[in-house]
């Protein structure tokens, strides 16, 4: 039998082993922190994500430390690229959403356990969004044709040829009669060439810059018209002459604008194919032609205005001879 001073040498020596062996163990234990690349993480039902983390010592010995998650969550697991290691480490942590996670805002504190635990751990919010199931509906681009410019000068010729052959018969039919309804008429077209004139001059761009000579044409037509209106309506001496004058300038300016709008408005920086000039005076805005409905509008005021006044002043000069 062990007698009782055998025993207590014996039990001394293992208090002392494992005050030793706790001691060593002790001596191994520190403190770390967990840092990680994002702070939230935005994954749809069923897919997943990766975080990178970093364990970094900071007090103690290195050993084996791992990560931990919480709280514990049915529908999101995590799963790192490295655990149990001597930190400082990094690796990747992946974030796993299940299909059937219900869509929502998920809070997780993840720490480092182990022999050097964290002392506080980092927050990290997962995003979970519904699955998109909806198929795509498939779209047929519509189909673009290029657009053929139109114009309108088929309407406004028909005007044209009805305003020679009304002036024309009723100062055939009328003569000295015709007169006095030709005088007030008469100034009623003036008047909307005058404006169809200004008009075209603020407005029309491309008159002004590409075709310069035609806009000085149509400064020097508008001045001219507004003298001999003068001389028409307030001077009697002039009158008759005033009248001759008016009529053929109106004449000519009148064939002026058909030859230029059929040999292409060879005047200006842009001349075209020889339907380019119908097309931007009557075309009323159609594709191509780089005008306008109210640039179209003018111009075929213009002319069938000026038209008018040629045919009244010219019908005046001749009935009346006076």
């Known amino acids: 039998m062990v007698s009782n001073r055998a025993i207590l040498p014996i039990i001394i020596s ?6 030793v062996l706790g001691s060593v163990h ?4 520190g403190t770390s ?10 994954i749809s039902q069923g897919s997943s994500a990766n975080i990178g983390f970093t364990i970094t010592l900071v007090s103690g010995t290195k050993w084996g430390t791992s990560l931990a998650e919480s709280p514990s969550n049915n529908y999101i697991t995590f799963s790192p690229s490295l655990s149990d290691q001597d930190p ?5 942590l992946t974030v796993n959403v299940a299909k059937n ?6 809070t997780f504190n993840v720490s480092a356990t182990g022999d050097d635990p964290s002392t506080s751990s980092v927050q990290l919010t ?6 998109n199931t909806t198929t ?14 139109v114009n309108y000068f088929d309407y406004v010729g028909f005007i044209f040829i009805v305003i020679i052959a009304v002036i024309l018969g009723l100062g055939f039919s009328m003569k000295k009669k015709f007169i006095k309804a030709a005088n007030y008429t008469m100034l009623v077209s003036i008047v909307l060439s005058l404006i169809a004139a200004v008009y075209l001059l603020i407005y029309d761009s491309l008159l002004r810059n590409s075709g310069m000579l035609h806009y000085d044409i149509l400064i020097v037509f508008f001045v001219l018209t507004i003298i001999l209106a003068y001389l028409v309506y307030a001077n009697k001496k002039m009158h008759r002459n005033a009248l001759l004058v008016l009529g053929s300038l109106s004449a000519l300016f009148v064939l002026a604008m058909f030859l230029d709008a059929i040999l292409g408005l060879p005047l200006t920086s842009i ?11 009557f075309g009323f805005g159609a594709a191509g032609t780089a005008s306008s409905y109210s640039i179209s509008f003018a111009f075929s005021l213009l002319l069938l205005s000026v038209t008018a006044t040629s045919l009244l002043s010219l019908l005046q000069y001749f009935i009346n001879k006076k």
């Open 14 to 19: 293992f208090v002392l082993l494992v005050f």
């Open 126 to 131: 997962v995003y979970v969004s519904k699955v």
């Open 271 to 281: 001349s075209g194919s020889l339907s380019y000039g119908f097309n931007y005076l």
């Open 88 to 92: 400082s480490y990094s690796g990747t």
């Open 136 to 149: 795509p509906i498939s779209v047929t681009p519509p189909t673009t044709t290029t657009a053929k410019p």
């Open 33 to 42: 922190k967990v840092t990680l690349t994002q702070s939230s993480v935005n």
């Open 101 to 106: 996670t219900p869509p929502g805002t998920y």
């Open 26 to 29: 002790a001596a191994g234990i």
